[in-house]
């Protein structure tokens, strides 16, 4: 099993954060499908202020590449993406186009 941690903004603005956050209590079925039939196997979001953190425990076989392209055939998880960009934007530093950011593990003890 190996773990990634991510991240990501939210816009500044209360009102979409709590749509954000609504949406996340009630994820469409089909998105769940497709976050565990890509070889994730546990997925948390935590947030400060607009700040995402995510923790994904992936199978040793989980492909970044594989999924994305899986992603990208699926209309519902097309639909699904196109509906979070309206409350998300790019952390500073991330390249163009690129939503979450691998995050670099600085220490473990």
């Known amino acids: 099993m ?47 202020d607009v700040r995402l953190f995510m923790i994904m425990e992936v199978m040793d076989e989980f492909s970044f590449e594989t999924k994305a392209n899986k992603d990208a055939a699926n209309p519902k998880v097309q639909e699904w993406e196109a509906l979070m960009w309206r409350y998300q934007q790019p952390v500073k530093g991330a390249i163009a186009g690129e939503k979450w950011v ?7 003890l």
Do not use: V
């Open 2 to 48: 190996i773990r990634y941690c991510l991240t990501l903004d939210l816009k500044d603005d209360p009102k979409l954060i709590a749509e954000y956050e609504a949406h996340h209590q009630a994820i469409w079925p089909e998105i769940t499908a497709s976050i565990t039939g890509s070889g994730i196997i546990s997925m948390e979001i935590y947030r400060f």
């Open 102 to 108: 691998i995050m670099n593990k600085i220490f473990q």
